[in-house]
């Protein structure tokens, strides 16, 4: 028994880490889907590109995935500023978000995973960084730094964004978009150019997350669609915008998710996330933190 | 036209189709041939939900597959002919689609979309991780010796039922436009509160077109596995099913049983000609490009840029 209960032990902790990187790539979503009701479902696609960003960086000029991916942010963020601006022009100002918005993200993610296949090709890619490989032991419990330090970079930055959310002008006129966007428009700001800078925002968020991602595991232009359920079911269950929400139930699926790996074998681990998905939906669509 | 008058003039073209790829005598029209109507129905069942409610399903893949994943079992196990196995592939289909669109469509329409995304990545870890249809390594089906009907090849046999499909999809979804489920349905898609408040019984007509369509689907990837001969989950859960089910609507014009004609005919045999001049990847590449401009530029697919997609302010 003394075995399992290390294993158990190590399980939980390492799907804590996990649940620290699931909260980096949800985030962008919590922002767009869960403020701005934009159904982004392109964004693990963008990750994905943040991965390969990162890719050319460390192998082409040795330089560190996450110093590369935060030098990245700002092109990110003017990335998502047009896209935003094309899904405003040709979908939200006709009202046809439902059927030809979702889409045009659909297409969007399409298009990213086949461009870079066509660049790269299918093979799996890895970056080389001074915290893979060891790891920090206390007693029976192992913590990689490959997950310890992805799960940190997240912390920090979901962080900065509540305190920028809750600190400055901008921060609070998006949380003001998420709930009303006529009283916004009485107040004389524009919804449309706040809607922009938050999108903007979270498509940056995507860079750092591809960054980590890329630290954690090897990649190639398909497996983004593995994350499709993940940050979704996450997004929900986390109630749809609130940060702290996302953070608690991202380690909650890290954890489920490591259980079932290591009991139940790795090649699982894809459907733990859509029965996540499906049993919040059914049972508890307003997440843990609903209002 | 009423839809008896119709059926016989889809059954005159479809007798038309198929003497004339007997005529041309090329084997290779009929591999082509079959993919193109597979997608003919594939983008019809589609349009059946999306075109006529407005959801939007990103699971055509795992539909698709789930009905030749059906086939495989069957093949195993029995030696059902084919055009009874694809009734059970579709059964199989439609169940799952009922038991997603059961937990999801009481929400709002963009659940429903995530959660098709979602299940066509477990439906295909599930096979994957499956040992009796192959799991990751594939399946081998060999094929029948003979064909049920004399004196023609396997492939055109294919070819034959394919076309039977694509009859009977277009036919039902012609008869679902005109009917009162259809206006039912178009409801939903305009107006999904209205409709409600006004006593049109919204879950149970999401839920009726979310099973009709899910079993097309499965019923169009039945007989893959003789198409094919070797099925493995890369191949039947292709992203290409998936992205053309919703492109070839889209480009088609997703308010007639015509557009997912067109944008079928279209894209597919683009598709076909693209993979044997160019490469594959590059021509999915041309269809989600074609997908996303086509939703940004021409909101009505191509019916609407010749003016006909204005119809729908009719129904």
Redesign the interface.
Known sequence: MEMSLDLLGNAIVSGLLLGGFYAAVTIGVSIS?GMLDI?N?AHPAFIILGSYIAYIANTSFGMDPILASVIALPAFYLLGMGVYQ?YHL??ER?G?E???G???F???L??T???L??VFGVDYRLVDAPYIGPSLHFGDIELPLRLLVPCLVALVMIGGLQIFMARTFIGRAILAVAQDQLALRLMAANPTRIKRIAFGLSIATASVAGAVLIVIQPVEP?IG??Y??RV??IC?LGGMGSFAGTVVAAMALGIVENLTATFYGP??A??V???F??VT??VR?AGIFGR | MNGAKFVVLLLIVAAAVFGAALAIGNAYVFFAGYVVLQYIALATAWNILGGYTGYVNFGTAAFFALGAYTTVVLHKLTSLPLPIMMPIGGIVSGIVGLGTGYLTLRLRGSFFSIATLALAVVVQTLITNWDFVGGSRGAYIIRPMTTPLLGIDYIQYLFLVMLGLVVIVVATARAIERSRLGYGFATIRDDEVAAEASGVPTLRLKLLATTLSGAFMGMAGAPLPYYVTYLDPASGFSLAYAVNGVAMPLVGGTSSWLGPIIGAILLGTLQQVATVTISSALNLLIVGLMLVGFVIVAPNGILGLFGLGARRARA
Do not use: H, K, Y
């Open positions: 889907f159904v479902i094309v040709a979908f006709r046809e439902s059927l030809r979702l889409a045009f659909f297409g969007l399409f298009i995973e086949v461009t296949v066509l398909s669609r593995d499709i359920g979704f079911a929900v090649s699982w894809p459907a996330a859509f029965g998905l499906l939906l059914a669509p």
